[in-house]
């Protein structure tokens, strides 16, 4: 037999060896450019990810731009595990001709904690080593989020709140916002067309997961683990967009309110255009 390895041989070879360099560059690629995009973002001193400053979260259509469409989101269908048959009266809530039970907020009563994360206006993030600060535009709510050790329970909680008591941690570069102590309240903007409403229960449990895509976007997954209503946990994944010249403006929900619990009145400038 001939030591010599034949032209097709070596042909056959190098194609082998050419096709493990094409398969490992690719396979290498998106983790280079995932590395690339972790040192681009910005750090605390810490080396953690720094979310501080006004974003657009879900309740816009992000463009990249100053100015952002503002969306009505509501919770995908799709995304819920099964309704519990106990559940379906909690969660698709009748018409009970009581603005206070069918639409709180057209009384200026809170949004919640999960309608007021997809909310159309800006909100302010306030990031320390110890706490993360979010003040939200729309009735000016805010929350103010201990660091600490992951998985961690809460502490004693008094009484139920609209936005509940929330601790976080960090997962890589993952914030993760743990909340439990909610008020029976809506889930969402989510009206039928005959006035039904969605909502959850006082035993929900909401996990937030935020992390950055690139140094201006970041996904923004909430898990939503209410056994009184649903078979199991389920989530819903939105975005989030920096807006360095956006500021979080002010907001009087009563000021200038001429549609009080539904019963509007003409504004000045339309009783003017009738004298």
């Not at 080396?47 to 990249?64: I, L, M, N, Q």
């Not at 329970?153 to 890589?172: F, N, R």
């Not at 909401?206 to 209410?226: G, H, K, L, Q």
């Amino acid at each position: 037999m001939s030591g010599r390895i034949s032209r097709a041989a070596v042909a056959a070879l190098a194609a082998a060896a050419l096709s493990a360099c094409n398969n490992t560059a690719s396979s290498t690629a998106p983790q280079e450019a995932q590395g690339a995009q972790a040192q681009q973002i910005r750090r605390t001193a810490e080396g953690k990810p720094d979310f501080s400053g006004v974003w657009a979260g879900p309740g816009f259509r992000h463009s990249g731009r100053d100015t952002d469409k503002a969306t009505v989101r509501r919770y995908t269908e799709a995304n819920m595990t099964p309704v519990k048959p106990g559940g379906q009266a909690l969660f698709n809530r009748p018409h009970a001709n009581n603005v206070r039970i069918d639409d709180p907020t057209a009384v200026c009563l809170p949004n919640g904690l999960t309608r007021q994360i997809p909310s159309p206006y800006a909100q302010q993030w306030i990031q320390t080593p110890e706490q993360l600060v979010i003040l939200y535009e729309y009735m000016h709510f805010f929350r103010v989020i201990p660091f600490g050790e992951p998985n961690r329970p809460h502490g004693e909680i008094a009484e139920p709140t609209y936005m509940g008591d929330s601790i976080a941690w960090w997962e890589d570069d993952t914030l993760v916002i743990d909340t439990v102590g909610l008020n029976e309240w809506l889930l969402d903007a989510t009206h039928g067309a005959d006035g039904s409403s969605r909502w959850h229960s006082d035993q929900l449990h909401v996990v937030e997961r935020i992390r950055f895509t690139d140094p201006m976007n970041a996904s923004y997954d909430v898990t939503i683990d209410d056994p009184v209503v649903f078979e199991g946990p389920w989530t819903e994944k939105w975005q989030m967009q920096l807006k360095p010249t956006w500021k979080v403006l002010e907001f009087i929900c009563d000021d200038n309110d001429r549609c009080r619990a539904g019963n509007c009145e003409d504004a000045d400038v339309q009783q003017s255009s009738t004298r």
